[in-house]
């Protein structure tokens, strides 16, 4: 038996944080874990942006806090031009109010920095129904 296209694609996957470290490690873990592509890296809201245009990931991991143009701002511009691609919150916050917020710029989930590689895995592949 034959795989399809559809049976073989990964889900890509755009990082957006300021923390250069932080793109690397998230980087280097979700592309490990074999069940993810990594379709690139931003390091403020406006290239996450820009980033989502070129190349159309199917979701974005977006820090909260960051300079140029913040993680809700960012994600009220990616959701209102692409509302097919989900936008996952990262944030050192966990809180409600956070998670409140990022709910209300349009985010489909939300992920506190230093949760499990299964966690985020799960998150970023969640579907809503």
């Not at 809201?45 to 701002?73: F, H, I, N």
Request: proline residues 4%.
């Amino acid at each position: 038996m034959t795989n399809t296209p559809a049976q073989t694609r990964l889900l890509r996957v755009l990082i957006a944080d300021d923390l250069s470290q932080v793109r690397q490690d998230l980087h280097l873990l979700l592309q490990l874990s074999g069940e993810l592509e990594i379709a690139g890296e931003a390091a403020n809201g406006r290239e996450a942006v820009a980033l989502t245009a070129a190349l159309q990931p199917d979701v974005v991991l977006m820090d909260l806090e960051m300079p140029v143009l913040d993680g809700y701002e960012a994600a009220r511009r990616i959701k209102a031009q692409y509302p097919a691609c989900r936008v996952v919150a990262l944030s050192i916050h966990n809180y409600p109010a956070a998670w409140e917020r990022a709910q209300q710029a349009g985010m489909d989930g939300f992920i506190a920095k230093g949760a499990s590689l299964n966690l985020i895995l799960e998150t970023i592949k969640e579907r809503k129904a």
